[in-house]
T-cell receptor, first 114, second 115 residues
Framework: KNQVEQSPQSLIILEGKNCTLQCNYTVSPFSNLRWYKQDTGRGPVSLTIMTFSENTKSNGRYTATLDADTKQSSLHITASQLSDSASYICVVSDFDGSQGNLIFGKGTKLSVKP | KAGVTQTPRYLIKTRGQQVTLSCSPISGHRSVSWYQQTPGQGLQFLFEYFSETQRNKGNFPGRFSGRQFSNSRSEMNVSTLELGDSALYLC??????????????FGPGTRLTVL
């Protein structure tokens, strides 16, 4: 069964610190992996999209890595800010060339404290 | 470009009623996907429409239905509401179908509360 597992479920860090969120997936075939940021009460916003051949991708202070061999991805946030407080959702596509779905993780809730 | 808009933003209904939610995609986007988000289950895929045709469907009962119009605007309908249907309903638009390598843009969602 295709699944996306995220850890930790929640995380509290102090402003200015770095943190890393994890995403493990058992999705086959693999097409691409996406990280979204969702502020409370709002829709998710795309941070990065990576295909099989991409190992790392950055978007400002956000850096996503992908290890397709171990089926793991991480999202690293550098020098956290209060505005980084949100849920971060990992999504994997199992598109095989003719059909596919997006499989969502349940997210990691990050709280950045002053 | 204007973003994805959803109306209404908040809705309160009682059990047994039906509800229709609306989504206007970004101009030029032909794909609209609908999702249900609850605290316990996270985001769950409902269905996707592309050029007025349902292209993909999640594992939801037949009480959940949708349609897409020629201008790409989409509506979803939930009949015979149940307490468990209380959720944030999100729609997302993209230029291609969701399975393709392209970015989805989400709307702000409609918060549905069933009493």
């Amino acid at each position: 069964k295709n699944q996306v597992e995220q850890s930790p479920q929640s995380l509290i860090i102090l402003e200015g610190k770095n943190c890393t969120l994890q995403c493990n997936y058992t999705v086959s075939p693999f097409s691409n992996l996406r990280w979204y940021k969702q502020d409370t009460g709002r829709g998710p916003v795309s941070l990065t999209i990576m295909t099989f051949s991409e190992n790392t991708k950055s978007n400002g202070r956000y850096t996503a890595t992908l290890d397709a061999d171990t089926k793991q991805s991480s999202l690293h946030i550098t020098a956290s800010q209060l505005s980084d407080s949100a849920s971060y959702i990992c999504v994997v596509s199992d598109f095989d060339g003719s059909q596919g779905n997006l499989i969502f993780g349940k997210g990691t809730k990050l709280s950045v404290k002053p | 470009k204007a973003g994805v808009t959803q109306t209404p933003r908040y809705l309160i209904k009682t059990r047994g009623q039906q509800v229709t939610l609306s989504c206007s995609p970004i101009s030029g986007h032909r794909s609209v996907s609908w999702y249900q988000q609850t605290p316990g289950q996270g985001l769950q895929f409902l269905f996707e429409y592309f050029s007025e045709t349902q292209r993909n469907k999640g594992n939801f009962p037949g009480r959940f239905s949708g349609r897409q119009f020629s201008n790409s605007r989409s509506e979803m309908n939930v009949s015979t509401l149940e307490l468990g249907d209380s959720a944030l309903y999100l729609c997302a638009s993209s230029t291609l179908t969701s399975k393709d390598y392209n970015e989805q843009f989400f709307g702000p969602g409609t918060r549905l509360t069933v009493l």
